[in-house]
Structure formats: C-alpha cells, structure tokens
C-alpha cells in the first residue's frame, strides 16, 4: 500500500488531499463493504506512515445500475488512485466493461491517476485471465498481460493451457503483499514483502524483489 500512496500522490501532484476510490467490484457475490473497510484502514495507515492527508472514499460498483450511477462515475473520475479489490475475478471485467464507470476510470487514468488492483483486481487489468468458469477478456489497461497472484508454480502450466494455450502473453507471478508498478513499456517497480516474477512464451524472463525492476514487455 505504501507504494501505491506514493503513486497517488504523485497523481496528485501537489494539489492537496489525495483521493483514493475504492471499487468492489470483485466481492459482489460476499461483502463489498467488508472489502471496502479493509481497504480503508490499509490505505489510512500508508497515508499515516508517509504523512499524507488522503480522502479514501467507495464507488460501490457491483452491477450494472452502480456501474452507470453518475455518482459512482464522479467520484472515480476524480480519483488519484482508483483500487480495484479482490474477490470473484469473473466481476470485474463482466460489470465494468463498456460501462461509464469505467469510461471514468480511463479518463481518471488518462490524467494521470494510478489504477491498482489487489488479487482478482490484479488479474482483471490484463488482458486475459483465469476464472473458475473458463478463461475470460480481462479488462486490456495491461496489454499483452495475464496475472498470477498469489504465486504458485504448479498452478502457472494449468493456468497457461486454459488462458493463453499459444503463449502468446506475458505471465506477471506475484507473492502475497506483492505487487508492481509502472506504465507498459517501462520498467516496472516491485514493491512489497515477496518476489514478483514475469514468464514470458520462451519460459521466465525475470525476477525481483522489493525496489527491484521488472519489463514487462
């Protein structure tokens, strides 16, 4: 979370009170709102450790209807970091894609913003990803991408023959309270208590730690 605060931050750009958008999309099926606080105390206590004032707010996007809500769609618009928590990875891309809410995600990003996600988050930025009923479109702000989150190398081969049977995508492997951070073709930062690792069609490609640096393509 500290590196995603400092991301916001620099969105912000100086301009006072960093505004952080919750989006729950993934945890519609359980509790949103649980999904929501958590997030909530995280990000207050990185803000609190990088002496940051933050504005930490939820657009409850978890269906159609919330996905169009004009208030849903203000508040990410304004947003300095818009995170996408995990729950059910099927979500995230069904209810949001085509939607205004994310049509103000892209423009929030256009502008600089930071556009995060934990888990199922993670896997639905990609372009393609793994759910329980299939392989699915994910939502393309990462091209050429898939995610692993919650590395493990057994399941890496499954999830490859049912995503990306050509191999045609980059697989970013992430440990837990891991992630990375960057633009596409750019390095990419890691941050956190783990490794990240990328597979590319050839095998890996790279590894690293917290402040290590990884291309993704």
Known sequence: MD?????????AAGGGVVRI????????RQRP?????????????????????VDVEAALVVDAASAADPANVG?????????????????????????????AILRAHAAGACVAGASAGAMALG???WTPRGAAEGL?????????????????????RSVDPESRLAWVGLD??????????EPWLVAGAGRARVFGPAGAAGEAGDGGALALG
Do not use: C, N
Request: no cysteine; charged share 20%.
């Open 75 to 103: 508040l990410l618009e304004g947003a300095h970091l818009v995170h996408l928590p995990g729950g059910d990875p099927d979500l995230i891309p069904s209810v949001l894609r085509g939607s205004p809410a994310w049509a």
């Open 33 to 53: 709102a649980a999904a929501v606080a958590h997030g909530e105390r995280a990000f207050r206590a990185a803000a609190a450790r990088a002496r940051v004032l």
């Open 176 to 185: 837990e309270q891991t992630l990375v951070i960057g633009r596409p073709g």
């Open 140 to 160: 393309g702000l990462v091209p050429a991408t898939a995610v692993l989150p919650h590395f493990d190398a057994r399941r890496l081969a499954s999830w490859r």
């Open 127 to 129: 372009d393609r990803l």
């Open 3 to 11: 590196a995603l605060v400092a991301a916001a931050v620099e969105a």
């Open 21 to 28: 958008v919750l989006v729950p999309t993934a945890a519609a």
